[in-house]
């Protein structure tokens, strides 16, 4: 934990002038307000009063006044900002105008659920795997974006004069130097697309690196003259975007309690109904882990994305895999697949949480693992005969499920719940209203 003289100095050191104090909306996107590094004494000791009521999902016009709250170990200086301007931001959390925490904020959601498991001294912790696209800028299209893939590479390929290698690299060691745990960094399956993976840690730390991630990629891009895209499924016909996280739960003294040294897969029975929970709530936690309409265009069958709820070990087609582990049981972890990078990490990893801890506390049992199949290859006969769900299809269909899953509803909270509705229906309600390029080339002609 840092205090406050702590933060001054190294601001100080830093040269830092200016503070960008963070926190997101309920869709994830991220906002701030800047302050000049003389201000921030008072902002560490008082916190910073702003206007809620534009901020999506925050407060309504008559009870606007919000108050921003420093989390002092989130100090991080932004590596691409000028020297002569040098930029460092916090995440912060919200407070209302009583002092209580607001409960619409993100970040409240999740500090909400995790303090169900900090009296049973259990540390949730996550380890992200966001993918992303660079692509080439195209002032002919309407916005200046066109998803033209910046470079021609594959699965883990490398060239030693590869441009996408060199910003990806930059791209690392901005998010090194920010203090993110950086593991590796890869071209992915689709061209243009990349991946970059850092330590898990515990689930709040992981989020707060989520957002870092995502806004260091696109910022390190624009420098080079690339757009950076977190779309779920910018390209039709190729693998789309996805955020698996490998998840398990240690014990204060480091123990990992997915861990059985005599089980199958090394897997503990806690872990099992750990998963179990996820496997049960999994409809309902689809509207915040894909939680746009191009979503659900990646959760299709032939691109490794997840369409059927099951587990397994070896299978990458199943919603949850167990990857192998070696035998001090550090690595015993349950990977969870259908998540992509334009969800909110905040309110995902909130929901995915709370499900699996209904899980644990129903002892729920889980069904037998999907190995050595194929799912993709079965006929809707073999799967209904051992009774294998789908996810959701479309954002409509995920946002039903949604309503009605009292267990993730409750994690998010009335609040967060009723504004990440409000503001999902506005956007399946727009799309399905939208006559598109596609409709247009199919049907103007034909009709």
Not at 64 to 85: F, Q
Not at 165 to 181: C, F, K, N, P, Y
Not at 218 to 241: W, Y
Request: net charge negative; glycine share 6%.
């Amino acid at each position: 934990m840092s205090d406050n003289n702590e933060i001054l100095l190294r601001v100080q050191e830093d040269n830092v002038k200016f503070i960008a104090l963070q926190f997101t909306d309920v869709t994830g996107a991220v906002k701030s307000v800047d302050i000049p590094v003389s201000k921030l004494e008072d902002a560490l000791e008082e916190g910073v009063w702003f206007d809620g009521s534009s901020v999506e999902g925050f407060a309504r016009i008559q009870e606007s006044d919000m108050r921003l709250v420093i989390d002092p170990d989130t100090y991080a200086v932004l590596p691409w900002s000028r020297e002569e301007i040098k930029r460092a931001r916090f995440f912060c959390d919200i407070h209302q105008m009583d002092g209580q925490p607001f409960q619409g904020n993100p970040r409240n959601v999740l500090k909400n659920v995790l303090a169900r498991i900090k009296d049973k001294g259990w540390i949730f912790n996550i380890g992200a795997e966001p993918e992303f696209f660079l692509f080439k800028q195209n002032g002919d299209s309407p916005n200046g974006i066109h998803p033209v893939p910046h470079d021609v590479g594959g699965y883990f390929d490398f060239s030693a004069v590869d441009e996408a290698l060199r910003v990806r690299t930059e791209i690392m060691d901005a998010l090194s130097q920010m203090g993110l745990d950086i593991e590796m960094g890869h071209h992915e399956v689709a061209l243009g697309q990349h991946e970059i993976d850092f330590r898990f840690s515990d689930v709040l730390q992981a989020a707060d690196n989520v957002i870092t991630l995502k806004y260091s990629v696109k910022a390190i891009a624009a420098k080079h003259g690339l757009v950076a895209s977190f779309m779920p499924k910018p390209i039709f016909g190729i693998n789309g975007s996805g955020m698996h996280a490998h998840q398990s739960i240690f014990d204060q003294a480091g123990k990992n309690l997915f861990y059985d040294p005599d089980a199958e897969f090394l897997l503990s029975d806690f872990a099992k109904h750990f998963i179990a929970g996820q496997l049960n709530h999994a409809k309902g936690m689809s509207a915040v882990l894909s939680p746009t309409v191009n979503s659900y265009k990646r959760l299709v069958p032939g691109y490794e994305a997840p369409v059927y709820i099951g587990w397994a070990q070896t299978n990458r087609s199943a919603l949850i895999r167990i990857p192998s582990a070696v035998k001090d049981g550090k690595a015993v972890r349950a990977e969870l697949r259908c998540p992509d990078p334009s969800s909110n990490p905040y309110l995902a990893f909130a929901v995915m949480l709370a499900a699996a801890l209904d899980g644990l506390e129903k002892q729920m049992e889980c069904p037998a693992p999907l190995n050595n199949v194929n799912i993709y290859d079965l006929s809707p006969e073999e799967r209904a005969n051992i009774g294998l769900l789908e996810l959701p299809g479309s954002l409509a269909e995920a946002l039903q499920a949604l309503s009605g899953d009292n267990v993730v509803k409750e994690a998010l909270g009335p609040v967060a719940y009723e504004a990440f509705m409000r503001a999902k229906t506005v956007e399946w309600k727009t799309y399905i209203s939208t006559v598109t390029d596609w409709e247009v080339d199919r049907y103007l002609a034909t009709a």
